[in-house]
């Protein structure tokens, strides 16, 4: 069974840190596109974090830059969301997604953070930012 699964989210307060984890089983990551996403009630799934197969190559929402790190490690077939300095706004439940497609065919397609074009989810964890 081709599963992903994510683990760290949690309440923290306005400026704090947490590392979202996204951990696959029955398959391996590294030559896969991985994305976080996130949703609120009432919104649609926006994405926040892209990483290439290739490690080198990520990608940012413009609401996240500076504050969050997307990294993978293979060995551990892992990939991580360092968030820094949270906002109220970030809270979300996040989910991590992985797709086939090529990156270079999502990015210029401008579909890179499509959700229909993710074919393996996790279940999501709960980010809540609040004092």
């Known amino acids: 069974q081709l599963q992903l699964v994510e683990s760290g989210g949690g ?22 596109t991985i994305a976080w996403f996130r949703q609120t009630p009432g919104k649609e799934r926006e994405g926040v974090s892209c990483i290439y197969a290739s490690v ?5 929402a413009d609401s996240v830059k500076g504050r ?11 990939v991580y969301l360092q968030m820094i300095n949270l906002k109220p706004e970030d809270t979300a439940v996040y989910y991590c997604a992985a797709t086939r497609t090529s990156p270079q065919t999502l990015y210029f ?5 499509a959700p229909s ?14 004092s």
Do not use: H, K
């Open 11 to 32: 309440l923290v307060e306005p400026g704090g840190s947490l590392r979202l984890s996204c951990t696959a089983s029955g398959f391996t990551l590294d030559s896969l």
């Open 56 to 60: 080198t190559s990520t990608v940012y």
């Open 68 to 78: 969050f790190i997307i990294s993978r490690d293979n060995a551990a077939n892992t």
């Open 109 to 113: 397609s401008g579909r890179l953070f």
């Open 117 to 130: 074009e993710y074919e393996i989810w996790g279940q999501g964890t709960q980010v809540t930012v609040n």
